[in-house]
Each structure stands twice: as structure tokens, then as C-alpha cells.
């Protein structure tokens, strides 16, 4: 690599890496807190298979580490997904770069860099991100490999990324589709073993650790088909929807203050331009996007009935960004410099408003929790009553090992002896994420209030 590459890279890291932490998402008390309870007892030497989240093995093992090297907490939580969302950046860049030269690949890892989607997950616990870059890391593998060794390489990092979330197996169509468009299958032949072999030893390990080497299966079966997509796509106008619009609408359709869908839309269009002039590498990189986006939409999770795979979500976009984001670099290389660093400042533009818009908030749905566990570590209440969400994220704070005892309103109507929280976010009505409150008695002595939380000791 040459010392201008070197330099790009080395800038284009220190881009992402300060944007990332400026804009450092945290806790959104969601699955992100399901995967720190999960750490915090593999931390602690207790390991069990209850649900799904418990199963990736993979995305689990580099939190626990970091719970066991520096305890419970926000940076701990999401260091691996920074590390993995840097490592994305550089991926791209190289990607990039292989094809099209390095002012591409400097412009691809600055989109990259700068991609609203992309960065908020960055510094939010769920698996999409850290699968992102293991999927381009095989790619870019893939695309280099001479020899059985890297290309049973490429195969293992597709197994590794399967131990993190199921849908890592979308990056398969691709291989496959460029093997008949190649007419060569046995270059296939280390890599396939390789990606087996990972997923025999999970059979073999899960078959040691439980009884039932099919155990994630179930599991994935229990909580998505059964309880998540089969009601949430219960009639056939659901379905078709789910099959036909919803990603679309996700990419591409423009929201109040956000402007990921102008990097999505930037990046196709520069992609089916690159295509149409049959660019070196373009149809590859077209495979890519296209396996992942078609297995997002049609990849069945049962088949009587048909029902998708996946619920959709912002945070299972990263997968999606990494091959635009090449497309971008491809296209802006080979427009005038001027031209190219316009459109880079409208993006960079878009993302401090985007990023500013995110980062606000997701800071809502972890703020009251937090401002309630200072007032409670100054005053040292022995039970606290309050909504469920806050508790939870109490006992994140608390490194899930509380030091007093957290009561739900629905779960008790004594509050003699307690302090009572209420947090007006969390229970505020007529809101998709409401949750039990109480009404404060007038007898009841208010300790503390904010624009937040209102304390009372009844």
C-alpha cells in the first residue's frame, strides 16, 4: 500500500472514530440491554439457551470479554460494534480501491465514514453491524484469494458471521451466482467446507451445551415465526407489503430530518450507471447488494405458510450500505474533482444534520433512567417502584447486579416503605412504547422533579 493510501486510510478512520464517538449512540433499552444481561452472566460463569439472543454465540463472546476486562456499562456494551463498524470503513476502502484506484476507495470509506445509517448503529448494541463487516471483510477475502487457503478463509469469516445473526447466510446467492457466471465450481469447494465446518462445530456445541444440536433453530423459530412475523404479517395485504414495499420504503423513502435515504438513492443510482457501463467489478458488487436485498425480502422462515425471514428494522440496514457505498466511490472518482467534493460536502452536510437528529433521539429512551439512578446513588433508597423500561435500565447502571430492590407497578399496590419514580417518557399515554404508570396520591411527599421524572415517598 502506498503512503498516500496509507494517509487516506489512516484519515478516513480518524473521521469515522471522532464522528462516531461525538454522536455515540448508548443505550436505547432494547435488545441491547437483553445482550448485556446475557454478557453480564457469561461473565459471571453462567451460561444458558432460553432464547434466541442467547444463541449468537458470536456476537456475544467479544461482550462478555469486554464485560469481563471492564465490567458492565455503555462503552463496554458497544465497543465491538465500534471496532467492527471502523473496520467496515477500511473494508470498503480496500474494496473499492481494488477496482477503482484510490481516490474511489477514499471516497467510498468517507461515505462510509459519514453514512447516517452506519453511524448511529456504530455505537448501538445489535448484531447487524458487527455482521456487515464480517460479510464485506469475506468478500473483499473472496475477491483476493489465489489460493484454497484464503478462499476456506472467506468461508470461515461467512461461518463466524453466522454465529453473530442468521441472516449472514444472504451473502451465499452471491458466491454462488458468481461461481455459474464464472462456470468454475471448485474454487467454491474450500470455501464451502470452510463455512460447514463452522456451522457443524455450533450443531456439535449446541448438541454438548443442550442436548439439541438444532437448538438456535428452535429458538429462531419460537421467537421470529412464531411470535414476531406470523402475527405481525397476518393477512395477505400485510404480506405483500412486507415482500414488496417495506424495504424500499425504509432505503429510500425521505424522513423529517433524515437523510440516509439520499445515501441509499446516491449509491444506486451510481450503482446501475457503473453496471450499464459493465465497470470492472460492478455486476460483482451489484450480486452483493442485490443476494442481500432480495434474501431480506423473500428468504423464507417458514414455507406453509410463506412467511419472510426477518422483521425490519433501521438497524438492519448496514448490510445493505456497504456495496452502495463502493458504487459512490466508484461514481464520484470519475467525476470532476470540484463535482466530487460538492456532493462529498452536501453528504457530510446531511450527516451532522442526520447524525444530530438520531442522536437526540435515541438519547430519550435510556435519559430518564440514567438521571433516575444518580438521584437514587445520592440517596440510597432500599426499594424503588417505577415502570418496567426504567428498570431496566437501573439495572444496566447497576451492572445487573442491583443493590437495592426494583418493583414494576404492575407487579405490586403497596408502595408503603418505597420510593416512587415515575418517568413522564415511559408513561406517558397513547404512545407505542407507554408503559404502566401510577397516579401519585396527595398524600405522597414529591423528593424530586425535572422535566423528566417526578419522585415521590408515599
Same mark, same amino acid.
Given at each position: 500500500?502506498?503512503?498516500?493510501?496509507?494517509?487516506? &486510510?489512516?484519515?478516513?478512520?480518524?473521521?469515522?472514530?471522532?464522528?462516531?464517538?461525538?454522536?455515540?449512540?448508548?443505550?436505547?433499552?432494547?435488545?441491547?440491554?437483553?445482550?448485556?444481561?446475557?454478557?453480564?452472566?457469561?461473565?459471571?460463569?453462567?451460561?444458558?439457551?432460553?432464547?434466541?439472543?442467547?444463541?449468537?454465540?458470536?456476537?456475544?463472546?467479544? #461482550?462478555?470479554?469486554?464485560?469481563?476486562?471492564?465490567?458492565?456499562?455503555?462503552?463496554?456494551?458497544?465497543?465491538?460494534?465500534?471496532?467492527?463498524?471502523?473496520?467496515?470503513?477500511?473494508?470498503?476502502?480496500?474494496?473499492?480501491?481494488?477496482?477503482?484506484?484510490?481516490?474511489?476507495?477514499?471516497?467510498?470509506? +468517507?461515505?462510509?465514514?459519514?453514512?447516517?445509517?452506519?453511524? =448511529?448503529?456504530?455505537?448501538?448494541?445489535?448484531?447487524?453491524?458487527?455482521?456487515?463487516?464480517?460479510?464485506?471483510?469475506?468478500?473483499?477475502?473472496?475477491?483476493? $484469494?489465489?489460493?484454497?487457503?484464503?478462499?476456506?478463509?472467506?468461508?470461515?469469516?461467512?461461518?463466524?458471521? @453466522?454465529?453473530?445473526?442468521?441472516?449472514?447466510? =444472504?451473502?451465499?446467492?452471491?458466491?454462488?451466482?458468481?461461481?455459474?457466471?464464472?462456470?468454475?465450481?471448485?474454487?467454491?469447494?474450500?470455501?464451502?467446507?470452510?463455512? +460447514?465446518?463452522? =456451522?457443524?462445530?455450533?450443531?456439535?456445541? =449446541?448438541?454438548?451445551?443442550?442436548?439439541?444440536?438444532?437448538?438456535?433453530? $428452535?429458538?429462531?423459530?419460537?421467537?421470529?415465526?412464531?411470535?414476531?412475523?406470523?402475527?405481525?404479517?397476518?393477512?395477505?395485504?400485510?404480506?405483500?407489503?412486507?415482500?414488496?414495499?417495506? +424495504?424500499?420504503?425504509?432505503?429510500?423513502?425521505?424522513?423529517?430530518?433524515?437523510?440516509?435515504?439520499?445515501?441509499?438513492?446516491?449509491?444506486?443510482?451510481?450503482?446501475?450507471?457503473?453496471?450499464?457501463?459493465?465497470?470492472?467489478?460492478?455486476?460483482?458488487?451489484? /450480486?452483493?447488494?442485490?443476494?442481500?436485498?432480495?434474501?431480506?425480502?423473500? @428468504?423464507?422462515?417458514?414455507?406453509?405458510?410463506?412467511?419472510?425471514?426477518?422483521? &425490519?428494522?433501521?438497524?438492519?440496514?448496514?448490510?445493505?450500505?456497504?456495496?452502495?457505498?463502493?458504487?459512490?466511490?466508484?461514481?464520484?472518482?470519475?467525476?470532476?474533482? @470540484?463535482?466530487?467534493?460538492?456532493?462529498?460536502?452536501?453528504?457530510?452536510?446531511?450527516?451532522?444534520?442526520?447524525?444530530?437528529?438520531?442522536?437526540?433521539?435515541?438519547?430519550?429512551?435510556?435519559?430518564?433512567?440514567?438521571?433516575?439512578?444518580?438521584? #437514587?446513588?445520592?440517596?440510597?433508597?432500599?426499594?424503588?417502584?417505577?415502570?418496567?423500561?426504567?428498570?431496566?435500565?437501573?439495572?444496566?447502571?447497576?451492572?445487573?447486579?442491583?443493590?437495592?430492590?426494583?418493583?414494576?407497578?404492575?407487579?405490586?399496590?403497596?408502595?408503603?416503605?418505597?420510593?416512587?419514580?415515575?418517568?413522564?417518557?415511559?408513561?406517558?399515554? /397513547?404512545? @407505542?412504547?407507554?408503559?404502566?404508570?401510577?397516579?401519585?396520591?396527595?398524600?405522597?411527599?414529591?423528593?424530586?422533579?425535572?422535566?423528566?421524572?417526578? #419522585?415521590?415517598?408515599?
Amino acid at each position: 500500500m502506498s503512503p498516500r493510501a496509507r494517509t487516506i &486510510l489512516a484519515a478516513l478512520l480518524l473521521l469515522a472514530a471522532g464522528a462516531r464517538l461525538r454522536w455515540f449512540s448508548g443505550l436505547q433499552v432494547g435488545d441491547d440491554i437483553v445482550y448485556s444481561k446475557i454478557a453480564a452472566d457469561r461473565a459471571a460463569g453462567l451460561l444458558k439457551f432460553t432464547n434466541v439472543h442467547e444463541a449468537r454465540n458470536g456476537f456475544l463472546l467479544p #461482550i462478555t470479554a469486554a464485560y469481563a476486562l471492564f465490567g458492565p456499562g455503555e462503552v463496554p456494551l458497544v465497543l465491538y460494534n465500534l471496532l467492527c463498524s471502523l473496520g467496515l470503513v477500511a473494508v470498503l476502502f480496500f474494496l473499492a480501491r481494488r477496482f477503482w484506484g484510490e481516490t474511489a476507495g477514499g471516497i467510498a470509506g +468517507l461515505t462510509a465514514a459519514l453514512h447516517p445509517n452506519l453511524l =448511529f448503529f456504530a455505537t448501538e448494541c445489535h448484531t447487524d453491524t458487527p455482521v456487515a463487516f464480517w460479510q464485506a471483510l469475506a468478500v473483499l477475502v473472496y475477491l483476493s $484469494a489465489p489460493d484454497a487457503k484464503r478462499l476456506a478463509l472467506a468461508g470461515f469469516l461467512v461461518g463466524w458471521a @453466522w454465529l453473530h445473526k442468521e441472516h449472514a447466510i =444472504f451473502l451465499l446467492p452471491l458466491f454462488a451466482g458468481h461461481a455459474i457466471a464464472r462456470r468454475a465450481w471448485r474454487p467454491l469447494l474450500p470455501l464451502a467446507l470452510a463455512a +460447514l465446518g463452522v =456451522f457443524l462445530a455450533e450443531l456439535l456445541f =449446541f448438541a454438548v451445551a443442550t442436548g439439541d444440536p438444532f437448538k438456535r433453530f $428452535a429458538l429462531v423459530k419460537s421467537m421470529h415465526v412464531g411470535h414476531y412475523i406470523a402475527t405481525r404479517y397476518a393477512d395477505t395485504g400485510e404480506l405483500l407489503y412486507r415482500l414488496f414495499l417495506e +424495504l424500499p420504503r425504509l432505503l429510500f423513502a425521505p424522513r423529517r430530518g433524515e437523510y440516509a435515504w439520499a445515501f441509499n438513492l446516491l449509491g444506486l443510482g451510481l450503482g446501475a450507471t457503473a453496471v450499464a457501463r459493465n465497470a470492472p467489478g460492478a455486476r460483482l458488487l451489484a /450480486g452483493w447488494w442485490t443476494s442481500i436485498y432480495l434474501s431480506y425480502c423473500f @428468504w423464507p422462515s417458514s414455507l406453509r405458510p410463506f412467511l419472510p425471514s426477518f422483521y &425490519l428494522f433501521e438497524w438492519t440496514l448496514p448490510l445493505l450500505a456497504g456495496p452502495l457505498a463502493c458504487f459512490c466511490g466508484e461514481g464520484l472518482a470519475r467525476r470532476p474533482r @470540484w463535482a466530487a467534493a460538492a456532493v462529498m460536502s452536501v453528504a457530510a452536510v446531511a450527516a451532522v444534520l442526520t447524525a444530530g437528529v438520531q442522536h437526540a433521539r435515541g438519547a430519550r429512551f435510556s435519559a430518564g433512567g440514567k438521571e433516575a439512578h444518580a438521584w #437514587i446513588e445520592r440517596e440510597s433508597p432500599g426499594r424503588v417502584v417505577t415502570d418496567d423500561k426504567t428498570i431496566e435500565v437501573l439495572d444496566f447502571l447497576d451492572g445487573h447486579r442491583p443493590r437495592r430492590t426494583y418493583v414494576p407497578f404492575q407487579e405490586t399496590k403497596d408502595v408503603a416503605g418505597s420510593v416512587v419514580i415515575v418517568d413522564k417518557f415511559w408513561t406517558q399515554p /397513547g404512545q @407505542w412504547w407507554t408503559r404502566p404508570g401510577v397516579e401519585p396520591q396527595p398524600s405522597w411527599t414529591k423528593l424530586y422533579e425535572s422535566d423528566r421524572l417526578a #419522585i415521590y415517598r408515599p
